[in-house]
């Protein structure tokens, strides 16, 4: 049989299926023999002892297979149940890529009909933030529709006219600034004004020119660093800060000069002289740094070393700029300012120096002088009321300052907005904020103004002493024409102004308190300047002061002091008819007093 060429393959084919417990009872007591076994059977023939081999794992495979065949057959009728649950399965899922497909078609139906609503949400949002806006601009440019057209009116008006406007401004602050009110008005009036309609320029009739060239707040800044509050003053401080020229003041009472040193204190203005050994060094210093130089107690002319920064020799060196300062090259500064005064009530200047410098005529005037002294009398008799004045000036000059920064902060938002206006809520906020504040301000500067006013009457009631105070000093500064030895600077006068109100009798009265101030200040500095007279000049002087205490009191009419004092020069003569005809109106008048 293991000779047969076909056992290998039966062997191989062997139906192990049908082996029973017969069959592998039937062969346990061939196993159990002691010389079957694998060694022993090889000891006999290889083949047999795999043949052994192969009938023990073939006992083996059918007590394992009786243990695996149930498990089998219930793999085979699992695995049939799965075939039949996958194919419900596939039909499940086949209906369910079905719903899932109508799904996801709902979804996305869902998810447009979201966005559309989103959409809408906002647009409504936006819709309702807008109506906000445009309900809190309403509210905030509430009566401001009338006011805004009739100054767009006006702005459009003033348009037309700026550029006359500009040149007679420029006329002003380049020609007029040596001479007095008077005839400021008159070159004003009948020159520019005229040479404009003349060549058909559209001017302003009538132009302020402080209003024009500087606000209102900015004088009250002036008015607190020092300078009178009367019109000739602030003229003068618009042609020093507007002037493109530097200006030379002709100063002969000082007041020029303590408001610069004032206004430029925070500059850290440096004084000097040219007569001053470190002159240059403090020009040269200045000129580096950007600091303002004041050069006091000029004469008629200046030292050569300034003409170069008179005339602006600059010369580009680099990023800088420079100036040829004799031998010697100096940094300049744009902040560099200069300022020169002097005492001289009457310089006679040369042309030259007048084309290179804005002379500006800083002589006090009446209007001016007359507030000073009555400030520093008020400060004597009731200091409560002139700081209470003056503070009251800082607040108003405050409250200005912010309405302008607020209407500028505004205005430059506005012209800077994009895009819908409604759109900008920060522009809206600011808006009603600056509405807000502004009414706040205007409130406040409506009380300000009144108590203002009742401050102003309270103090008037002492205008009688500063208005005798004042017709004396201009009286003793006309008197130089007498003789020039007769001096007297404003700050003695202003000594003895207020020793004379320190030293006149007290009175509980107002009237008699003024009434005592007024005699004995005017004894006072009539002793006093008629000290430092000559004999024959006491009399004339005491007349002068007579006449002009009559006049100002309205007793005596200033034509009967002409004729006193011109006799019949004064008299017109087409008023005057000779009581002959013998006699011409002409001769009449000359003879008659």
Same mark, same amino acid.
């Given at each position: 049989?293991?000779?047969?060429?076909?056992?290998?393959?039966?062997?191989?084919?062997?139906?192990?299926?049908?082996?029973?417990?017969?069959?592998?009872?039937?062969?346990?007591?061939?196993?159990?023999?002691?010389?079957?076994?694998?060694?022993?059977?090889?000891?006999?023939?290889?083949?047999?002892?795999?043949?052994?081999?192969?009938?023990?794992?073939?006992?083996?495979?059918?007590?394992?297979?009786?243990?695996?065949?149930?498990?089998?057959?219930?793999?085979?009728?699992?695995?049939?149940?799965?075939?039949?649950?996958?194919?419900?399965?596939?039909?499940?899922?086949?209906?369910?890529?079905?719903?899932?497909?109508?799904?996801?078609?709902?979804?996305?139906?869902?998810?447009?009909?979201?966005?559309?609503?989103?959409?809408?949400?906002?647009?409504?949002?936006?819709?309702?933030?807008?109506?906000?806006?445009?309900?809190?601009? @309403?509210?905030?440019?509430?009566?401001?529709?009338?006011?805004?057209?009739?100054?767009?009116?006006?702005?459009?008006?003033?348009?037309?006219?700026?550029?006359?406007?500009?040149?007679?401004?420029?006329?002003?602050?380049?020609?007029?600034?040596?001479?007095?009110?008077?005839?400021?008005?008159?070159?004003?009036?009948?020159?520019?004004?005229?040479?404009?309609?003349?060549?058909?320029?559209?001017?302003?009739?009538?132009?302020?020119?402080?209003?024009?060239?500087?606000?209102?707040?900015?004088?009250?800044?002036?008015?607190?660093?020092?300078?009178?509050?009367?019109?000739?003053?602030?003229?003068?401080?618009?042609?020093?800060?507007?002037?493109?020229?530097?200006?030379?003041?002709?100063?002969?009472?000082?007041?020029?000069?303590?408001?610069?040193?004032?206004?430029?204190?925070?500059?850290?203005?440096?004084?000097?002289?040219?007569?001053?050994?470190?002159?240059?060094?403090?020009?040269?210093?200045?000129?580096?740094?950007?600091?303002?130089?004041?050069?006091?107690?000029?004469?008629?002319?200046?030292?050569?070393?300034?003409?170069?920064?008179?005339?602006?020799?600059?010369?580009?060196?680099?990023?800088?700029?420079?100036?040829?300062?004799?031998?010697?090259?100096?940094?300049?500064?744009?902040?560099?300012?200069?300022?020169?005064?002097?005492?001289?009530?009457?310089?006679?200047? #040369?042309?030259?120096?007048?084309?290179?410098?804005?002379?500006?005529?800083? #002589?006090?005037?009446?209007?001016?002088?007359?507030?000073?002294?009555?400030?520093?009398?008020?400060?004597?008799?009731?200091?409560?009321?002139?700081?209470?004045?003056?503070?009251?000036?800082?607040?108003?000059?405050?409250?200005?300052?912010?309405?302008?920064?607020?209407?500028?902060?505004?205005?430059?938002?506005?012209?800077?907005?994009?895009?819908? @206006? @409604?759109?900008?809520?920060?522009?809206?906020?600011?808006?009603?904020?600056?509405?807000?504040?502004?009414?706040?301000?205007?409130?406040?500067?409506?009380?300000?103004?009144?108590?203002?006013?009742?401050?102003?009457?309270?103090?008037?009631?002492?205008?009688?002493?500063?208005?005798?105070?004042?017709?004396?000093?201009?009286?003793?500064?006309?008197?130089?024409?007498?003789?020039?030895?007769?001096?007297?600077?404003?700050?003695?006068?202003?000594?003895?102004?207020?020793?004379?109100?320190?030293?006149?009798?007290?009175?509980? @009265?107002?009237?008699?308190?003024?009434?005592?101030?007024?005699?004995?200040?005017?004894?006072?500095?009539?002793?006093?300047?008629?000290?430092?007279?000559?004999?024959?000049?006491?009399?004339?002087?005491?007349?002068?002061? #007579?006449?002009?205490?009559?006049?100002?009191?309205?007793?005596?009419?200033?034509?009967?002091?002409?004729?006193?004092?011109?006799?019949?020069?004064?008299?017109?003569?087409?008023?005057?008819?000779?009581?002959?005809?013998?006699?011409?109106?002409?001769?009449?008048?000359?003879?008659?007093?």
């Amino acid at each position: 049989m293991m000779g047969d060429m076909g056992f290998l393959t039966s062997l191989l084919n062997f139906a192990k299926e049908q082996i029973n417990d017969e069959t592998v009872e039937l062969l346990q007591p061939y196993f159990a023999a002691p010389d079957f076994n694998y060694e022993s059977a090889r000891k006999a023939s290889g083949n047999v002892a795999g043949l052994c081999n192969w009938a023990a794992a073939m006992c083996k495979y059918h007590v394992v297979a009786k243990v695996v065949e149930p498990k089998i057959a219930a793999l085979r009728a699992a695995e049939s149940e799965l075939k039949v649950a996958t194919k419900e399965k596939n039909a499940a899922e086949e209906r369910m890529a079905i719903v899932q497909a109508r799904l996801d078609e709902m979804q996305a139906q869902f998810d447009v009909a979201m966005q559309q609503k989103q959409l809408l949400e906002d647009d409504a949002a936006a819709c309702q933030k807008k109506m906000d806006s445009a309900a809190a601009l @309403l509210h905030a440019l509430a009566g401001e529709e009338t006011r805004w057209t009739l100054q767009s009116k006006e702005f459009d008006a003033q348009i037309k006219r700026l550029t006359g406007d500009c040149a007679v401004a420029s006329a002003f602050v380049s020609y007029l600034g040596p001479f007095n009110k008077e005839f400021r008005e008159l070159l004003m009036s009948r020159d520019f004004y005229q040479d404009c309609i003349t060549l058909n320029i559209p001017v302003t009739q009538n132009i302020e020119v402080a209003k024009f060239l500087v606000d209102d707040s900015e004088v009250g800044e002036w008015v607190l660093q020092g300078l009178p509050t009367d019109e000739l003053s602030v003229q003068n401080g618009i042609m020093v800060t507007r002037a493109s020229r530097y200006p030379v003041l002709v100063d002969p009472q000082g007041q020029g000069r303590l408001w610069i040193m004032n206004r430029e204190e925070a500059n850290q203005l440096k004084v000097t002289q040219l007569n001053d050994k470190m002159f240059r060094n403090h020009l040269e210093d200045c000129l580096a740094f950007g600091k303002p130089l004041l050069v006091e107690n000029i004469e008629e002319e200046l030292d050569p070393v300034l003409d170069p920064v008179l005339e602006r020799r600059l010369v580009k060196k680099g990023k800088s700029w420079v100036l040829q300062l004799a031998e010697k090259e100096v940094d300049f500064t744009d902040s560099f300012k200069l300022f020169c005064t002097t005492r001289l009530p009457n310089p006679h200047f #040369t042309p030259e120096l007048c084309a290179k410098v804005t002379v500006v005529d800083f #002589t006090v005037t009446m209007a001016g002088l007359e507030d000073q002294l009555l400030g520093k009398l008020i400060l004597k008799e009731k200091h409560e009321l002139e700081e209470q004045r003056q503070q009251l000036l800082e607040e108003v000059q405050s409250y200005k300052k912010k309405i302008k920064q607020l209407e500028d902060d505004l205005l430059f938002r506005l012209s800077n907005s994009q895009g819908n @206006l @409604l759109d900008d809520t920060e522009l809206i906020d600011v808006l009603a904020v600056t509405k807000q504040t502004a009414q706040d301000v205007s409130d406040k500067l409506a009380n300000a103004s009144e108590t203002n006013k009742k401050i102003n009457e309270a103090c008037e009631e002492y205008r009688p002493v500063a208005h005798r105070a004042t017709l004396i000093y201009f009286l003793i500064a006309e008197f130089a024409v007498v003789n020039c030895m007769y001096q007297t600077s404003l700050a003695q006068f202003n000594e003895l102004y207020e020793h004379s109100i320190d030293n006149s009798e007290k009175a509980s @009265l107002p009237s008699k308190r003024i009434a005592n101030i007024i005699e004995q200040m005017t004894y006072d500095i009539y002793l006093y300047i008629q000290r430092g007279l000559f004999e024959r000049h006491k009399l004339l002087f005491a007349l002068m002061l #007579t006449n002009k205490i009559l006049v100002s009191a309205g007793k005596v009419k200033p034509q009967d002091v002409d004729v006193l004092l011109k006799g019949g020069g004064a008299l017109d003569i087409t008023s005057v008819s000779a009581p002959h005809r013998l006699v011409s109106n002409c001769h009449y008048a000359g003879c008659w007093v």
